[in-house]
Nanobody, 120 residues
Framework: QVQLVESGGGLVQPGGSLQLSCAAS????????MRWYRQAPGKQRELVAT???????NYADSVKGRFTIASDNAKNTVNLKMNSLKPEDTAVYSC??????????????WGKGTLVTVSS
């Protein structure tokens, strides 16, 4: 019905940059909010960044000033530009969204995640 697919993960050196993308597909009528979460090994999942349908954004304190979330409503995509990456940013990054479809009200959907490794 609805799929979220992330891309753009990989290995990057400390201080480097990476951009993640998440594409939503299916019988989408409206997307209320899109978020990026991350989970590092042995740690709880953490909300990294949020963007609402009207463009409002919010960030975790740990990434403020380094990460930027942006959406393309026409393409149902959300990107996360990550600058000045640190080893502690290493995690699996997952896309999350609240989406309504042509046959259902708003539901929560998750992507499978993409691994970001920050290491020299």
């Amino acid at each position: 019905q609805v799929q979220l697919v992330e891309s753009g993960g990989g290995l990057v050196q400390p201080g480097g940059s990476l951009q993640l993308s998440c594409a939503a597909s299916g019988t989408i009528r409206s997307i209320a909010v899109m978020r990026w979460y991350r989970q590092a090994p042995g740690k709880q999942r953490e909300l990294v960044a949020t963007i609402t349908s009207d463009g409002g954004t919010n960030y975790a304190d740990s990434v403020k000033g380094r990460f930027t979330i942006a959406s393309d409503n026409a393409k149902n995509t959300v990107n996360l530009k990550m600058n000045s990456l640190k080893p502690e940013d290493t995690a699996v990054y997952s896309c999350n969204a609240y989406i309504s479809t042509v046959i259902s009200t708003y539901g929560e959907y998750w992507g499978k995640g993409t691994l970001v490794t920050v290491s020299s």
